[in-house]
């Protein structure tokens, strides 16, 4: 019954959509408050759906972050599972990034606190507990993080939220006959819903709208473009804003990608459109298009039968009312400067294989191993060097594309099957797809600010179906120095204010040694303190991070400082 509802509303432009889009509420400030509860919705006439979300029944609220604030995360656990929380795409120290060692028990609070670094992007979070984090986000624990900052603040781009910036989590769902909710990796997705909305439809403004694209589903890779096949303009990557806007029709995105998108309503008031996914147009080999394997055997059980495959069909009905006042109408010509990593300054390669665990006609259907491995808890699968510079070589030889995320840092594609991206994937990214049957897709990144000689960062396929059957593996970023003392928080309560501006005051004994490091390693200022209160002139340093040295009875400590 459920097909054939999205059946007649999903495929064409004949039909918009027919429930208000739900926009979640923000949270903003130094402390958000975030509770994991059960929760009850009613998707579909019949029983209600049992749900999980975040404040709420469904999803989780938007949270809103300025670059270089300090953030606490409250997350209280009121399920009764156990989970944990990652904000993806945000480069935190791995004890704050919510992979799946910070397990949150049912009935305790975790309260990561951390320096917001990011550039201006859209990210979010989500439970990342090994092989539950596809039945947690399928059931509803998901929420965007927006993060601004002065560069991006100074440019004339829409920022309203919900009115000209609308975020736009993209999800499809399997339900059983009694509405429940089904995780089974052959379970047929195909519910689609936006923001937890079921076919929905959106009042904008006659002018230039911001939409943030969020793929949270579990599997599907949609092909975005309007009805009209209006052109439209690509802002951001995984990463923040790119060099200029990019013109397109159509735009891939894959689990875990987001993608910021102007679309010019200038003139338009009064006239209807549609967000739609031209799954019909996806190249085989890809979870979205008819043929989701290389070549005739190699499917999907089930997978014929779900509407949405190889299919076109409506994300978002959109009816153009009146303009705000003040309204953005004209697309910027640049956004922000980039300095990619160079190639020259990689010091290290790193060689990362896909494969199916089963060869054959079945190869398609997983379990998927990176370099022969499957994830396992008590492996570090990787050990870089901080600060290390490294170029990272996927391989892909199963046939379907998986797309690759990686936590802690953001990387900027050097080429896919050897030709150089497109220039809408030239920007900051933390997930790339990587195309089927012996596809292959470099980039560079660097591994900066954070290490932890015990605490893992993950990598993974981000299909949650993949991820939770072991395509995962995890990495140390070593401390600097040999045998140091390390602090493992960067807020230490002795040293304040971090971040600083101009004076930085250190509560230490008389007689320690001070020593201030920038992040190269360069040698800043060093003292032997004479006083109690020792200050530290910030004001004439670069905004970054800092490492402080402190000596005391033979022990070292580092503390992180972050300069505004
Ligand atoms: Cu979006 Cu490791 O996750
Ligand atoms: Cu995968």
Redesign the pocket.
């Given at each position: 019954m459920k097909r054939i509802f999205l059946l007649f509303l999903g495929l064409g432009n004949l039909a918009y959509g027919q429930n208000p889009l739900f926009i979640p509420s923000t949270l903003s400030g130094n402390t958000i408050n975030l509770s994991l509860q059960n929760g009850s919705v009613n998707f579909y006439p019949g029983n209600a759906t049992q749900t999980m979300g975040v404040n709420g029944n469904l999803l989780g609220p938007t949270i809103l972050l300025d670059r270089y604030q300090t953030v606490t995360m409250n997350v209280t656990n009121n399920l009764t599972d156990t989970t944990t929380i990652?904000w993806?795409g945000m480069h935190v120290a791995p004890q704050n990034d919510g992979?799946p060692h910070t397990v949150i028990p049912p009935g305790t609070t975790w309260s990561p606190s951390f320096p917001v670094l990011d550039w201006a992007t859209t990210n979010?979070y989500?439970p990342?507990l090994h092989m539950k984090t596809n039945e947690h986000v399928q059931k509803g624990i998901a929420g965007m993080i927006i993060v601004r900052d002065d560069i991006e603040a100074a440019l004339d781009l829409p920022r309203t939220y919900g009115v000209d910036d609308i975020p736009l989590v993209i999800q499809t769902k399997a339900f059983d006959a009694s509405n429940q909710i089904i995780t089974l990796e052959t379970a047929l997705d195909t519910s689609l819903m936006i923001n937890g909305t079921i076919d929905p439809i959106s009042n904008l403004p006659a002018q230039v709208v911001r939409l943030r694209l969020l793929n949270g589903s579990s599997e599907r890779v949609y092909n975005i473009g309007f009805s009209s096949n209006q052109t439209f303009y690509q802002i951001g990557s995984d990463g923040g804003l790119l060099t200029a806007p990019v013109a397109l029709t159509r735009l891939r995105i894959a689990p875990?990608e987001r993608m910021e998108i102007l679309v010019d309503f200038t003139g338009m008031q009064g006239q209807n459109t549609a967000l739609m996914s031209y799954g019909s147009e996806l190249p085989s080999a890809i979870y979205g298009a008819s043929q989701p394997g290389m070549g005739a055997g190699q499917t999907i059980p089930n997978y014929t039968l779900n509407p949405l495959n190889g299919a076109n069909f409506q994300l978002l009905g959109i009816s153009i009312g009146a303009q705000t006042s003040n309204p953005i109408t004209t697309i910027p010509s640049s956004l922000v400067a980039h300095s990619p990593w160079l190639q020259a300054n990689a010091s290290t390669t790193r060689t990362l294989t896909f494969s199916p665990q089963t060869m054959g006609p079945t190869a398609i259907q997983g379990p998927f191993l990176i370099n022969m491995m499957p994830f396992d808890m008590m492996m570090i699968n990787q050990y870089i060097p901080f600060e290390n510079t490294e170029i990272w070589t996927l391989t892909n030889n199963t046939p379907i594309a998986h797309p690759f995320?990686i936590?802690d840092v953001q990387f900027y594609v050097l080429d896919i099957n050897g030709v150089a991206p497109p220039a809408n994937q030239q920007g900051r990214k933390d997930v790339i797809l990587v195309p089927a049957g012996g596809g292959v897709v470099r980039f560079i990144t660097k591994f900066e600010d954070f290490y932890n000689d015990t605490i893992p960062y993950?990598y993974?396929c981000?299909m949650l179906t993949h991820?939770d059957g072991g395509m995962m593996g995890q990495f140390i970023v070593n401390s600097p120095i040999v045998g140091l003392n390390e602090s493992q928080t960067s807020m230490e309560s002795f040293v304040y204010p971090n971040p600083v501006i101009d004076f930085l005051t250190i509560d230490t004994p008389i007689g320690s040694r001070l020593v201030l490091y920038d992040n190269t390693g360069r040698f800043i200022w060093g003292e032997t303190t004479d006083k109690m209160n020792q200050k530290i002139d910030f004001s004439g340093l670069k905004t970054g991070v800092y490492f402080l040295n402190q000596v005391e009875n033979e022990q070292t400590r580092v503390i992180k400082i972050f300069k505004n």
């Open positions: 990652h993806h992979g979010w989500h990342h875990g995320h936590h993950m993974h981000h991820e």
